[in-house]
């Protein structure tokens, strides 16, 4: 059974760093790309970051948010520094088989930015 764990999320001030962390188990890890999703209330969910043999980043991320991936812990994380109010969302990780794109998702992990 495939599942994705998220953890790491919380509120934080204006300026601020999290780390997200996203746990695999049941697949084998390197043959899926790696994306954090993310959703605000009332807007549609939104692609953050990607990491596969590439990286991609949302405009709205580049150079606060930076993924990784450790194939050997099965897992992929989110460094957010700089947050700002409008970054706050439920954050899922989504993993999507890199020949198939048979895919799955965590169950969120909520980040809050306010002062």
């Known amino acids: 059974q495939v599942q994705l764990v998220e953890s790491g999320g919380g509120w934080v001030q204006p300026g601020g760093s999290l780390r997200l962390a996203c746990a695999a188990s049941?697949?084998?890890?390197?043959?899926?790309?790696m994306t954090w999703y993310r959703q605000a209330p009332g807007k549609d969910r939104e692609l953050v970051a990607e990491i596969n043999i590439y990286v991609r980043y949302a405009e709205s991320v580049k150079g606060r948010f930076t993924i990784s991936r450790d194939n050997a812990k099965k897992a992929v994380y989110l460094q957010m520094n700089n947050l700002k109010l409008e970054d706050t969302a439920v954050y899922y990780c989504?993993?999507?088989?890199?020949?198939?794109?048979?895919?799955?998702w965590g169950q969120g992990t909520q980040v809050t930015v306010s002062s």
């Open positions: 049941g697949l084998t890890f390197n043959n899926y790309a």
């Open positions: 989504h993993a999507a088989h890199i020949a198939t794109r048979l895919d799955w």
